[in-house]
């Protein structure tokens, strides 16, 4: 058979290539923002009413020294520990808490920055406004430090205290990922993302290529489907599509039937655009098999400029398709016929692909529905067939009540068609990623 000779070869040639697409249509992080405590000040301001005497004594030649945009900054921090010592209240701690990070900032030290917030936060004279700053960027701190359950607390802390210049939620995903807890925190980010999308906000882009990266790259398979799913609904963009479908291709355990309706779907959303796609749906519908269904995708391929005419694999499968597309043609009438008096929906199913392959789709989904009355040898590939040709048509409640009835391996596949249908219902869309 065409596919036993060259399903190898495919393999073979194709997944280095899968490797760098997916790299490269998933090459995006949750940014964890800010340089750096932007209300650092370049001058401290004298010290306040409720300063102590030995600290208001101790700070003075350190505050002289920062303010003058040519001071002996390292010198300044050499009197850390003295002034730290002299530190006698709330008011104290504040003060020079804040003046640690402007220090730090001048320094471009990030352990000087971090003790002087963390000095100011303890101060307990900070406005909620300021807590959830300082929470923010202890936070940030942390996370680059790789302290991830420290960073955690902290950017939570900024949450609630209502921090949103730079919003906590997706660092907070990030501070699970940096510890190696990629169930934890696709888990917690598929809350936030749903959470979004329940008040009608649109969701990044960014968030949910992140998910499917993070998922993909730990092996998390339902995970990895959740996150396709969701990408493909709701930021249906050809570069999405592609990265949700070959995610899909690659992590679950498809047989040759799924893997097509998955190229189908990569067909009809335009992110048929890789030459181990294309390569793929020709193996998967199989020359010898849907002759006429391959020819127009190898001719498309070509148009696509993937595919060239003096290639092997493309004269073969064109040779073998050409040799039968008409003989194939000829005999659906008789083959349906055929159907109608068969005791069992095999000839029926049969029937209903061919009549797939030629884009009848109303055909199509009559021998389809056939096949299930009759007791199709493959309930769930019925069930999908029958809600492809029906969204083909344009009838998409009928193609969703058919698809959601889908069980088992062939779920997967399923649920990518149903998130192509909430992309005709006037589903909430997502934020598009930069650059998609």
Sequence with gaps: MYRDSTQAGVTSRTRPAFRMLIAAALASSLAIGGAGPAFAKDKQEAPAPGNSKPFIQAYAPMQTIINNPSGDFAAAKAMVP????????NADKNTFGLALVTLGTKLNDPALQKEGLQLA????????????????????????????????????????????????????????????QSAEGLSYLSGVIKQEQAAGRAVPSEWLLRGLLIA??????????????????????????????????AVDQ?????????????????????KQDY????????????????????????????????????TQAKSIAESRA?????????????????????IAMGAGDQYFSIADYANAARMYQLAL?????????????????????????AAKSALQQVTGARAPVAKMWLAYIATKSGAPSAAPANGA
């Design 82 to 89: 003295t002034v730290l010592a002299s530190v006698q209240n």
């Design 121 to 180: 936060l303890d101060s307990g004279m900070a406005t909620p406004a300021q807590a959830g700053v300082f929470q923010f960027f202890l936070g940030k701190f942390d996370y680059d430090a790789k302290n991830y359950a420290e960073a955690r607390s902290h950017f939570q802390a900024a949450l609630q205290a209502g921090y949103n210049q730079n919003d906590p939620r997706p660092a907070i995903a990030e501070t699970y990922f940096g510890a190696g």
């Design 216 to 249: 993909y790259q730990s092996k998390l398979v339902p995970q990895a489907n959740e996150y396709a799913e969701m990408l493909a609904a709701s930021a249906p963009t050809p570069k999405n599509w592609q990265a949700a479908l070959q995610v899909v291709n």
């Design 254 to 274: 498809l047989d040759s039937e799924s893997k097509l309706d998955v190229y189908r779907l990569m067909r009809l959303t335009g992110s048929l655009q890789a």
């Design 279 to 314: 390569l793929g749906y020709v193996d998967a519908a199989d020359p010898q098999r849907l002759s006429n269904e391959v020819l127009p995708v190898l001719e498309e391929g070509v148009k696509a400029g993937v595919l060239t005419t003096g290639d092997s694999f493309y």
């Design 326 to 346: 008409a003989a194939h043609k000829s005999v659906l009438a008789s083959v349906a016929a055929d159907a109608q008096k068969a005791p069992d929906g095999k």
């Design 373 to 397: 009355d009759k007791g199709a040898p493959d309930r769930q590939l019925a069930l999908v067939r029958l809600g492809i040709a029906q969204a083909e048509q344009g009838q998409l409640d």
